[in-house]
Structures are given as structure tokens and as C-alpha cells.
């Protein structure tokens, strides 16, 4: 018996708008740089390492922590594969999701655990306008 192959039609590849784009860019670059800072802040400065204390963690967690964003920024800024910029994502949401969750643990008021918000929406919009702008969800 003879059995015919039929050969996929061609998916139209999908390109971003400028707006998506922008958006993306500008997002991330924000959240990057929020990173970036909150980095070097946990490498350099007393208060954030009492910061640290006061929720219980120990000190060489932070420069554990900040090599980690370090790496993160440098991945969501290159042009390497959606893998990694999926783990990198992967690692930023546990990491400002755990920041929330430690401040509330603790007993810390909004004015603590607010930044860790505002950079978890800054992370949100930017894994979304990433996945629209490479087409892995369609808007």
C-alpha cells in the first residue's frame, strides 16, 4: 500500500510590532537596571547587609544572590538562546517573589517589600513583552 506524505504548509513567521519592541526594550532595560542596582547594593552597602540579617539570611547569601542577577541582566540583555533567557526569568521570579516573601515573613510593611513588587511587575511586563515580540505566545 502506497502512503502519501504531505508536507506541512509554511508557517508565516510572525513579526513584532514597534511598539512590542520598544516596549520590550524599555521595560527590560528598567528592570535590568533595577537588578543591576539592587546587585551592587547587596555587594556594597551596610544597610542592605543588615537588611539581610533582619530577615535571617546569611551574609554570604548575598553575594550568592547578587552574582546570580549579574548573570541574569547579562543573559536577558544578550543575544543567546530562549532557554536561558526562560531560566534566567525562571530565577528572577523566585528571586523577587522570595524578596516579598521574606519582607511579610518578618513583619515588614509595605515600604519594605514595595520595590520587590515594583520590580516583580517590571519582570512580569517584561517576560511578556518578551514572549510576544519572539512569537512563543501570540498577543
Avoid at 555587594?43 to 553575594?63: D, I, K, M, S, T
Avoid at 552574582?67 to 528572577?92: D, M, N, Q, S, T
Avoid at 518578551?130 to 512569537?135: M, N
Amino acid at each position: 500500500m502506497e502512503t502519501i506524505l504531505q508536507t506541512p504548509a509554511p508557517v508565516a513567521a510572525r513579526t513584532p510590532s514597534r511598539a512590542t519592541t520598544l516596549g520590550y526594550w524599555a521595560v527590560t532595560a528598567l528592570f535590568c537596571l533595577q537588578m543591576t542596582f539592587t546587585a551592587y547594593a547587596q555587594l556594597r552597602l551596610p544597610q542592605v547587609a543588615e537588611a539581610f540579617a533582619h530577615l535571617g539570611f546569611p551574609a554570604y547569601f548575598r553575594v550568592e544572590l547578587s552574582l546570580a542577577k549579574l548573570l541574569g541582566v547579562a543573559l536577558l540583555l544578550a543575544p543567546v538562546p530562549a532557554r536561558l533567557k526562560e531560566w534566567a526569568y525562571a530565577g528572577f521570579a523566585v528571586d523577587v517573589a522570595s524578596a516579598v516573601v521574606a519582607h511579610v515573613a518578618v513583619g515588614d510593611g509595605p515600604e519594605a517589600w514595595g520595590w520587590a513588587a515594583g520590580t516583580g511587575v517590571l519582570w512580569a511586563l517584561s517576560y511578556v513583552l518578551w514572549r510576544l515580540r519572539t512569537g512563543l505566545v501570540s498577543a
